[in-house]
Antibody, heavy 118, light 110 residues
Framework: QVQLQESGPGLVKPSQTLSLTCTVS??????????WSWIRQHPGKGLEWIGYIYYSGSTYYNPSLKSLVTISIDTSKNQFSLKLTSVTAADTAVYYC??????????WGQGTLVTVSS | QSALTQPASVSGSPGQSITISCTGT?????????VSWYQQHPGKAPKLMIFDVSYRPSGVSHRFSGSKSGNTASLTISGLQAEDEADYHC??????????FGTGTKVTVL
């Protein structure tokens, strides 16, 4: 059973960079056919797809966030990461990592709340 | 890339059927057979209920069904139960290796 776990600071100051890591267990991050994704949910709102990465390193981003987002992968550690630059209060959200197959998310992390505040 | 449109809330009595709509455009919902539905209870991660428009993952109740017509996808919950009270989110492939989610719907069991 694949499990994903987000980790990283729960509080980030405005204008700084938000950095999160997702550790995958129960399966290899290098498996064919899976994309590793970041999704966020603003308080009381719907889900927002941020982007995903393939084990080869190919990345795909939400066009509205593309200039601010970098997703990377470390196959040796079975981890992938998110960096979101120049954050504002509007980036306060629960951030989920997930495994995507086709266009379907079968596995989700539990989510981590990141608050942007000085 | 705009969010797919869902009703903010839908309610029904136990045993009834309800349907949640998810409206997009020809570049997402209408253009592909890749619509998924997720159930989310408060404070929990979303759970996959329907994928590829109408397929149920193993373990998901047959009371949940999905369909699509044109640019609108739908999730129907039959025989509504108290445990079905949750938020429901649709998503669709939107071309060029991108995904888009819906605005989310709160289901209340009266």
């Amino acid at each position: 059973q694949v499990q994903l776990q987000e980790s990283g600071p729960g509080l980030v100051k405005p204008s700084q960079t938000l950095s999160l890591t997702c550790t995958v267990s129960g399966g290899s991050i290098s498996s064919n056919g899976y994309y590793w994704s970041w999704i966020r949910q603003h308080p009381g709102k719907g889900l927002e797809w941020i982007g995903y990465i393939y084990y080869s390193g190919s990345t795909y981003y939400n066009p509205s966030l593309k200039s601010l987002v970098t997703i990377s992968i470390d196959t040796s550690k079975n981890q992938f990461s998110l960096k979101l630059t120049s954050v504002t209060a509007a980036d306060t959200a629960v951030y989920y990592c997930a495994r995507v197959s086709g266009a379907t998310i079968h596995y989700w992390g539990q989510g981590t709340l990141v608050t942007v505040s000085s | 890339q705009s969010a797919l449109t869902q009703p903010a809330s839908v309610s029904g009595s136990p045993g009834q059927s309800i349907t949640i709509s998810c409206t997009g455009t020809s570049t997402d919902v209408g253009g592909y057979k890749y619509v998924s539905w997720y159930q989310q209870h408060p404070g929990k991660a979303p759970k996959l209920m329907i994928f590829d428009v109408s397929y149920r993952p193993s373990g998901v109740s047959h009371r949940f069904s999905g369909s699509k017509s044109g640019n609108t996808a739908s999730l129907t919950i039959s025989g509504l139960q108290a445990e079905d009270e949750a938020d429901y989110h649709c998503s669709s492939y939107a071309g060029r290796n991108t995904l888009v989610f819906g605005t989310g719907t709160k289901v209340t069991v009266l």
